[in-house]
């Protein structure tokens, strides 16, 4: 990813760096791995446009087949994953990556599934095969999207040929964005349910004291919480309002 707001120097290391980088990815061509989807929602339909045509579309009571190797990405909601760990092979639970929002981790520890991939997904898909927004914001030009574990790479390499970012990090890293991200949707929805009809931004301008953003899981895993992913969920509410 290169971020707009680098400044160039003609003769610095950094400018032949990145240089180098630019002429490779016009000079040869991205390689998207083929994937299996699981769900033909938005955001799955989203992964297969961004394919080359070989991904294989796993729906509702259909299996996940043993013969197809790659990432298997799994785009349903949260209720449906007991369902997708039965419809898939156990020899390919370590394919699995998972796009889901919340703490699964005690849900992937009781499946034997500590290491599975998994994405944060800061973009917007607003309809069915409609393209999808980054979630860029002036404080973070480079966007949020964070992918973590054995096929990371390959679905960064996805997205961003679909015009998106996303980041590759090792599991620490990743859990804190998770954490930041799963602390805002509760303190919001909470705050948004104690005040009925308030929206986020409604929420953020006229109730932001009762946000409390803290909570004794993120302080015994010693991890310092930032707000620049606050942005991105009130940029979307923005753009829905």
């Not at 990815?25 to 994937?35: C, L």
């Not at 390499?157 to 930041?180: D, I, N, P, W, Y």
Request: charged share 20%; glycine share 8%; hydrophobic share 40%.
């Amino acid at each position: 990813m290169i971020s707009p707001s680098i400044g160039l120097c003609c003769c610095s290391t950094r400018t032949t760096l990145l240089w180098s980088r630019c002429t490779m990815s016009t000079s040869s061509p991205t390689t998207i791995v083929p994937a299996i989807i699981i769900g033909g929602g938005r955001v799955g339909t989203a992964l297969q446009t961004m394919g080359n045509g070989t991904d294989l579309m796993i729906k509702r009571g259909q299996s996940v087949p043993s013969d197809f190797p790659g990432p298997i990405l799994v785009c349903t909601r949260n209720d449906d994953l007991e369902a997708v760990l039965e419809s898939t092979p156990h020899s390919r639970w370590k394919d699995l990556v998972f796009f889901q929002n919340g703490m699964l981790e005690p849900w992937f520890q009781s499946k034997g599934l500590q290491d599975a991939g998994q994405v944060l997904a800061y973009f917007a898909v607003s309809k069915l095969g409609e393209p999808p927004v980054d979630g860029k914001t002036d404080t973070n030009p480079e966007g949020l999207t964070a992918a973590y574990g054995k096929w990371a790479s390959a679905v960064a390499t996805r997205l961003e040929s679909g015009g998106l970012s996303c980041k590759v990090l090792e599991k620490e890293a990743f859990e804190k964005q998770m954490l930041e991200k799963l602390i805002w949707i509760c303190a919001f929805m909470l705050v948004g349910a104690r005040h009925p009809g308030a929206t986020v931004g409604a929420v953020e301008k006229e109730y932001r004291s009762e946000v409390k953003l803290f909570s004794p899981s993120i302080r015994n895993r010693s991890i310092m919480l930032q707000t620049s992913f606050l942005n991105w969920h009130l940029l979307q509410q923005q753009r829905r309002e």
